[in-house]
């Protein structure tokens, strides 16, 4: 039986970020992931200026900026009309923020950067094939077992993390609800080498309205030059996956998007349901979640892994505190507290927002959203305001001031 001070149930980003900063506070972790090695499928990849201020305290910056491609522009377009609505610069931010842009950088590049750092922490363990199957906990300490390659096998530590996604073993193990609901359509991905900025004249990051079919376009820097383009769709709750991921459907959406003579070439693609839900509670005694496990979202804005990375900073902090510095462990209930506010007050209000920007079938409604954008776009002081929002900036300067009430 392996003992550590804490384990950490997932071994994607969020959860190797929880591993290295305890680990390089000398505190003994061990982190279980159900794969045999880190994944490589093109998910998440926004990661807005708020997280890059947290990313930088970690001293990984650099990295990410350079395995990244940086944006310093998003667009609205209406797709009806073919018209660029609004260009938001996040130029409007250089004095709030050290990090005045947004860095596409797909999450499996944060894994390796972190597991890298974390091969060098004598305090750290990383396991790959294994599956956690059960959680058992007390006021002093948790149990994990898990099946590994070398079968069943028992894991204790005095905390555990559960960054195990939206199926969280952890959570469900624990008896936390996952409160919310279900998007009706699916989100369709593709990613095209296709270049939409020099013959579409779009930025690197690009949200298109229409009433019937709303549109995300991104550029992500891939494996490098010229990078991909990543385009994301609503996708009929009806249809069969198979059709909706065949060549056929593909290339006729691609199409009727952006016309052009000859096909895409199709790099990726992919069809996943869609939620907006949150845990009942981030801590309960000494099982706390972060990431997917503790909060989902819709994609549209680029919510979900940043919210995730602040997680496991806000949570990592306070827990080294607890374990290092001899803190109460009421701490993990601002955790619980700070973080559930943020992801019910800002992210899931947020996200919902953005998509109903974008889909908005009423004529009227159509308009008065475009003209705001419009207007936000070109007033610097309502630039500014509603780039604070989208930045997360605003969100994690009100998360710092939740306190528990009779603290």
């Not at 919510?303 to 510095?325: E, F, H, P, R, S």
């Not at 610097?380 to 306190?403: T, Y």
Request: aromatic share 8%; glycine share 8%.
């Amino acid at each position: 039986m392996l003992k550590s001070q804490v384990v950490i149930s997932g071994g994607g980003p969020v959860g190797l970020i929880c591993a290295y900063a305890l680990a390089r506070r000398g505190i003994t972790v061990t982190v279980l992931d159900q794969n045999n090695e880190l994944q490589d499928d093109p998910r998440a990849a926004t990661t807005h200026p708020a997280t890059l201020e947290v990313l930088d305290t970690l001293g990984v910056i650099d990295q990410v900026i350079e395995q990244g491609l940086v944006a310093e522009q998003f667009e609205f377009w209406d797709r009806p009309t073919g018209e660029k609505v609004a260009t938001f610069d996040h130029a409007a931010l250089a004095d709030d923020t050290e990090f005045p842009f947004v860095v596409q950088c797909e999450q499996f590049k944060l894994a390796k950067i972190f597991l890298a750092k974390l091969q060098r922490e004598a305090s750290a363990t990383v396991l790959f094939d294994h599956d956690v199957t059960g959680v058992s906990h007390t006021a002093d300490g948790v149990t994990v077992t898990a099946n590994t390659p070398d079968g069943k096998k028992t894991f204790e530590a005095e905390w555990l993390i559960g960054a195990d996604g939206g199926r969280s073993v952890v959570r469900k193990s624990a008896g936390i609800g996952f409160e919310g609901f279900t998007w009706p359509e699916r989100f369709l991905v593709l990613s095209t080498p296709f270049d939409f900025q020099a013959e579409r004249g779009m930025s690197f990051r690009n949200y298109i309205a229409d009433p019937d079919e709303w549109c995300n376009c991104f550029k992500v820097a891939a494996d490098g030059p010229p990078g991909l383009w990543r385009l994301v769709f609503p996708a009929d709750p009806e249809a069969d996956e198979v059709a909706l991921l065949a060549d056929e459907f593909v290339q006729a959406q691609m199409q009727k998007f952006f016309k052009r003579s000859s096909d895409y070439d199709i790099v990726h693609r992919n069809l996943y349901n869609v939620h907006q839900r949150v845990a009942a509670t981030f801590r309960l005694g000494r099982v706390l979640l972060a990431g997917d496990s503790a909060h989902v979202n819709n994609s549209i804005g680029g919510m979900g892994l940043n919210g995730g990375i602040q997680d496991a900073v806000n949570l990592t902090d306070k827990l080294a505190a607890v374990i290092v510095d001899g803190e109460d462990e009421r701490l993990m209930d601002l955790y619980d507290k700070q973080r559930r506010t943020f992801a019910v007050e800002f992210v899931q209000e947020q996200t919902i927002a953005n998509k109903k920007r974008l889909e908005a079938t009423d004529p009227e409604a159509r308009s008065t959203n475009m003209q705001n954008l419009r207007d936000m776009a070109g007033d610097p002081v309502k630039a500014r305001n509603f780039l604070l929002g989208a930045s997360m900036i605003a969100a994690m300067r009100r998360n710092a001031e939740v306190m528990l009430e009779d603290a």
